[in-house]
C-alpha cells in the first residue's frame, strides 16, 4: 500500500473557476477527512466520511464547497466559484475503525493538494 | 467548544539544547490527544496517542506526557533534523463521530 494519496498536488486557477481534488485512502480505511491548512495555522476540519456516507461537515464550510465518496473508496472535494480566500493546502486523511491503543482513529494523512486561486 | 491552544508558536533551540511543547485543552469527554509532526509540504505524521492524564509515551528525542488540562512534547537533546512543526489534536465526540481537532502548531528549528 502506497499510503493516502491525493492529487492534483498543486493548482493554479482564477478566481471564479471551478477546482476538484481528489483522494484516494488507504484501502482497508473506512474512515475518510478533509482538512484545510492555510500558513501558520493547523489544519482545520471540513468534512467526514465514514464509508460512503458523509457523517459530518463543518458549520463553517461554504455551500460552495461539495464532497463526494462514491462506493466508500476515493473521494473528491470540489470548490466551485473559488475565491483567494480559498486559497490554501487541502488535505486528505483517512484511519480505520480500531479502538485498542495506539491504532484509535490515527490519522494517516496524504501529502495535499495546494491551491492558489489569482 | 473543543479548543486546543499550543504554545510556544516557535521555538529555535540549539543542537543538544533540550526543551518542551505545550498543548492545553478545553474538551468534553476526550477520546484521545494525538501529536503530529510536520514537515514543510507535507502533511502531518502521527507520533503519539495518548488516552487517559499520567500517561506516557516515549520515541527516541521524543516524550509526550498527558494531564487532564495539557500535553507536553519533550524534547531531549535534539538534532537538526527534529525541526519540523509539531501538531498536537484533540478528539471528541461530535454526534456519532469522532473529528480531531487541531492546534496551530508549534515550529521548532533546531541549529547545528
Known amino acids: 500500500d502506497t499510503g493516502v494519496s491525493q492529487d492534483p498536488r498543486h493548482k493554479i486557477t482564477k478566481r471564479g473557476q471551478n477546482v476538484t481534488f481528489r483522494c484516494d485512502p488507504i484501502s482497508e480505511h473506512n474512515r475518510l477527512y478533509w482538512y484545510r491548512q492555510t500558513l501558520g495555522q493547523g489544519p482545520e476540519f471540513l468534512t467526514y466520511f465514514q464509508n460512503e456516507a458523509q457523517l459530518e461537515k463543518s458549520r463553517l464550510l461554504s455551500d460552495r464547497f461539495s464532497a463526494e465518496r462514491p462506493k466508500g473508496s476515493f473521494s473528491t472535494l470540489e470548490i466551485q466559484r473559488t475565491e483567494q480566500g480559498d486559497s490554501a493546502m487541502y488535505l486528505c486523511?483517512?484511519?480505520?475503525?480500531?479502538?485498542?491503543?495506539?491504532?484509535?482513529?490515527?490519522?494517516?494523512f496524504g501529502a495535499g493538494s495546494r491551491l492558489t486561486v489569482l | 467548544e473543543d479548543q486546543v491552544t499550543q504554545s510556544p508558536e516557535a521555538l529555535r533551540l540549539q543542537e543538544g539544547e533540550s526543551s518542551s511543547l505545550n498543548c492545553s485543552y478545553t474538551v468534553s469527554g476526550l477520546r484521545g490527544l494525538f501529536w503530529y509532526r510536520q514537515d514543510p509540504g507535507k502533511g502531518p505524521e502521527f507520533l503519539f496517542t495518548?488516552?487517559?492524564a499520567g500517561e506516557e509515551k516515549e520515541k527516541e528525542r521524543l516524550k509526550a506526557t498527558l494531564t487532564k488540562k495539557e500535553s507536553f512534547l519533550h524534547i531531549t537533546a535534539p538534532k537538526p533534523e527534529d525541526s519540523a512543526t509539531y501538531l498536537c489534536a484533540v478528539q471528541a465526540r461530535s454526534g456519532g463521530s469522532y473529528i480531531p481537532t487541531f492546534g496551530r502548531g508549534t515550529s521548532l528549528i533546531v541549529h547545528p
Open positions: 495518548l488516552y487517559s
Open positions: 486523511a483517512s484511519s480505520s475503525p480500531s479502538w485498542t491503543g495506539a491504532g484509535a482513529n490515527v490519522l494517516t
